[in-house]
């Protein structure tokens, strides 16, 4: 047989067999590993396709969830996993921030395969009653230039750390970033005006500004959110280049084959952009905002690239672990 034959014989072969795998997947359980404790949006967002998935493609799908490392301990498990489509992580903005930070046992850019970025969650900057008379983003820059070091930013670690690490960085004034649990008990005093200010996560920061408990002074993202539309960008209102996001998405390990990540991204894709669906989002803090595993492959190096500079910037410390 001549060489071009062959070589035509051979690629119809792998697209048959691909065309195959993605017809007949899948056939047993899907594993759903979320690198975080139950009840956060990771998990919440990660039983919504779970649910779904398993009623558009006829197999349970089992959540497990592996906290743990600042989420790389689950991570990691999707990462070894075997690349047959039959284990996928939840994954957020927190896998393109620790490289900056923490030992990563493996490559970020090259270990997964994105099947689908399904929304994401935005920060609001935020003020209690300890600063009655902050009543806008050039206020608290400049009440921290008053008192350099005075004014106390609650934060948790991980993705609220980068962010106001970014914000104090970006704004040039001395902040006095303090370290919490958790980002709600860090937004609860903030409410009891035990400190001045935090970023607080659009999940659970929303029903507290709309009873008044905080006020919010410019939201986290580059374009204004549509459930918050009078209040500016930070960006807009001079913190230049402020963009900070967290974003949730489905992966698998690296080489999964191209016709199960499409039906996979398909179906999410489907879901989650219905009518009803979008609501239910936006009722939750969160704006549907699909990406396709091609745009994930640019963003991902991207974002590494972003907080790797934010957290030299800052100088924010490497863990040896």
Not at 74 to 101: C, F, H, R, W
Not at 122 to 135: A, R
Not at 213 to 221: D, E, F, M, N, R
Request: net charge positive.
């Amino acid at each position: 047989m001549p060489r071009f034959a062959r070589t035509l014989t051979a690629a119809l072969m792998v697209l048959t067999t691909g065309m195959a795998l993605g017809q007949d997947y899948p056939s047993r359980p899907i594993r759903m590993i979320i690198p975080f404790a139950p009840g956060g949006t990771n998990d919440v967002l990660a039983r919504m396709v779970q649910i779904h998935l398993h009623e558009k493609l006829g197999q349970v799908v089992v959540p497990d969830n592996r906290p743990g490392y600042q989420g790389i301990v689950g991570q990691d498990l999707v990462v070894k996993a075997e690349p047959d489509g039959y284990t996928l992580g939840v994954i957020s903005a927190a896998y393109t921030m620790n490289p900056a930070t923490l030992k990563v046992p493996f490559d970020p850019v090259k270990a997964l395969d994105f099947v689908i970025r399904i929304g994401q969650s935005f920060l609001i900057m935020s003020v209690g009653p300890k600063l009655p008379g902050v009543n806008s983003i050039q206020d608290l820059v400049a009440a921290a230039r008053a008192k350099p070091g005075e004014i106390v930013l609650s934060t948790s670690g991980g993705f609220l750390y980068f962010a106001s690490s970014l914000f104090a960085s970006l704004s040039k004034e001395k902040f006095n970033i303090v370290l919490y649990k958790g980002g709600f008990p860090a937004m609860l005093d903030v409410i009891s005006g035990q400190v001045h200010a935090c970023f607080a996560v659009s999940t659970y920061a929303l029903p507290n500004l709309r009873s008044g408990k905080i006020k919010g002074l410019a939201v986290g993202t580059l374009k204004r959110s549509e459930l918050l539309p009078d209040l500016p960008t930070l960006d807009e209102a001079g913190i230049k280049g402020f963009d900070a996001s967290n974003w949730y998405a489905i992966a698998a390990p690296a080489g999964t084959p191209r016709p199960i990540i499409k039906k996979l991204h398909d179906a999410i894709a489907a879901h989650f952009t219905s009518p009803a669906m979008v609501k239910k989002m936006a009722s939750m803090g969160i704006v549907v905002d699909i990406k396709t595993p091609e745009e994930m492959r640019q963003i991902v190096p991207d974002e590494i690239a972003k907080w790797t500079r934010t957290a030299i910037e800052a100088k924010m410390p490497r863990s040896a672990k």
